[in-house]
């Protein structure tokens, strides 16, 4: 088995002075969502910049091995950010469209690999130039607090993007790509960011795709894909932060991130994957592969449904074997 291969980031993301912690919430006190008694208090996070060049469909299975570790309790809370290869992204919920297959196509031919991926919603790409972000919080009430996770992890993007100079908040765009509540946008014009779910018993996976670069190449995928799925989709809407400062790479957006959440309080622990890792992953490749019957995809015995409330979240009805 290859390697995964680490990603370092440097330090000194820093350009504007900004207090610690997150400052945009809806819907939840800042201080008892993130450190108040009787909620969930801060705990060792294990951070992760694992990545497997060339193996997409390994990358994202990784990510629900993990989830998966958390929630069995075999690790603790875990969170990975990388620089992922190029692939797109789509969820089990597009793979019921009639145009799905025609829209696998369309992904090869532009060069990206198909995954279907963890969580709910709609088509999303990774690119060189974009930061996949992957967190596993272990939780016996999962279901019940699907919007604080929602709330954290998409306030966490935007002050990090905002300590970079950037004019991020969380909402939704008229016309974006994979639509949701807690997107990030840059001035209210572009969006950058979307994020998902995906919770099984015991645990929850937040997931997202912060882009970077390369924003001519994700409307031009983007665009013929979303008209054959059916989809609504305004090719003027999605773009990466590099459009808004050219001087922003994939290291410091990382490092970025990272310093706010020293600041927010998370102690976080270095950690690298074990070898282990990979043959799980490899078991969960048929949830995982874009091509793959309905039939075959029953038989791992996973009950995927889109919450009542946020299509962006794929509830698991059976526990995972």
């Known amino acids: 088995m290859a390697k995964n291969a680490p990603f370092s980031p440097s330090a000194g993301s ?46 994202t299975s990784v990510s629900h091995a993990m989830l998966r570790r958390v929630a069995a309790g075999a690790v603790g809370e875990s969170l990975r950010i990388y620089v992922p290869d190029r692939s797109l992204l789509f969820s089990s919920l597009d793979a019921r469209r009639p145009g799905f297959e025609r829209a696998l196509e369309l992904a090869e031919e532009a060069g990206f690999t198909p995954v279907i991926r963890l969580a709910g919603g709609q088509a999303a790409a990774f690119l060189e130039q974009s930061i996949a972000l992957a967190w596993a919080m272990p939780d016996v009430d999962a279901h019940l607090h699907i919007r604080p996770r929602f709330e954290e992890f998409a306030n966490w993007i935007a002050k990090s993007l905002r300590r970079l100079g950037l004019d991020a908040h969380v909402g939704s765009l008229p016309g974006e790509y994979c639509p949701g509540e807690f997107s990030v946008h840059i001035a209210g ?15 929850a996976h937040v997931g997202g795709v912060l882009t970077i670069g390369q924003s001519e190449l994700l409307r031009e995928t983007l665009a013929p894909i979303y008209q054959v799925l059916g989809l609504e989709f ?12 050219n001087t922003l790479d994939c290291e410091t957006v990382i490092t970025a991130l990272i310093e706010t959440l020293r600041e927010s309080g998370y102690p976080l622990e270095n950690q690298r994957f074990d070898g282990e890792i990979e043959r799980e992953a490899e078991g969960l490749f048929p949830i995982h592969r874009a091509r793959v019957s309905a039939e075959d995809r029953k038989s791992m015995g996973a009950v995927l449904r889109a919450s009542r409330r946020d299509a962006k979240t794929l509830l698991q009805g059976d526990p995972e074997k």
């Not at 504007?16 to 819907?27: A, I, K, T």
């Not at 305004?234 to 400062?245: I, L, N, Q």
Request: avoid cysteine; glycine fraction near 16%.
């Open 14 to 59: 820093r350009r504007h002075g900004e207090s610690s912690g997150f400052d945009e919430l809806s819907g939840l006190d800042q201080a008892k969502a993130f450190a108040g008694p009787g909620t969930r208090p801060f705990r060792p996070l294990r951070l992760h910049h694992d990545r497997y060049p060339g193996r997409p469909l390994l990358d």
């Open 189 to 203: 014009r572009v969006k950058v960011m979307g994020v998902g779910q995906r919770v099984i018993r015991g645990g």
């Open 234 to 245: 305004r090719p003027e809407s999605a773009g990466g932060v590099a459009d808004f400062d």
